[in-house]
Each structure stands twice: as C-alpha cells, then as structure tokens.
C-alpha cells in the first residue's frame, strides 16, 4: 500500500514479539503482556513516567506544568464558593 511506498516499515505490537525482543512478549496464545503496566521495548514505563532530571539548573524556572488546568492541578479558586 501507500505505507511501503514511502518506505514505513509495519509496526508490530509487543505482545506478538518473543520475551528477547519486548518486555510484553513470550507466552502461550493470545496472553497478556506478562508484567504490571505498559512498558517500553527497553524495560521503562510508557505512561507518565518523569523524564525530567530534577538536578537540572533551569529546574526551579518552572513554576506549573503547562496543563494544569487540564489535570485539575490549579490552585487558583475560579469563583466557585
């Protein structure tokens, strides 16, 4: 199809790989992915992990995450008594 015109390559759930190629591989049938929560090919976490060096100088530059309000995060009363 378009895809292999371009020269993108399929991509593959983990949970068809071998346990040697992805943390969710190996098991017998349709299992599930074998470990709690959702990994990465190299072993980390895919969902919310911080990636972000605490130690870093520009740290304390950053006074909010950027969707806050999104994730219920603000502090600011909106004029809801």
Request: net charge positive.
């Amino acid at each position: 199809g378009a895809s292999a015109w371009i020269g993108r390559r399929p991509t593959v759930r983990g949970v068809a790989m071998n346990p040697v190629d992805h943390p969710h591989g190996g098991g017998e049938g349709k299992s599930s992915g074998g470990r709690k929560g959702s990994f990465s090919p190299w072993g980390w976490y895919t969902k919310g992990l911080r990636t972000r060096n605490k130690k870093q100088h520009s740290s304390k530059l950053i006074v909010r995450r950027r969707n806050h309000e999104k994730l219920g995060l603000s502090n600011v009363n909106k004029g809801s008594w």
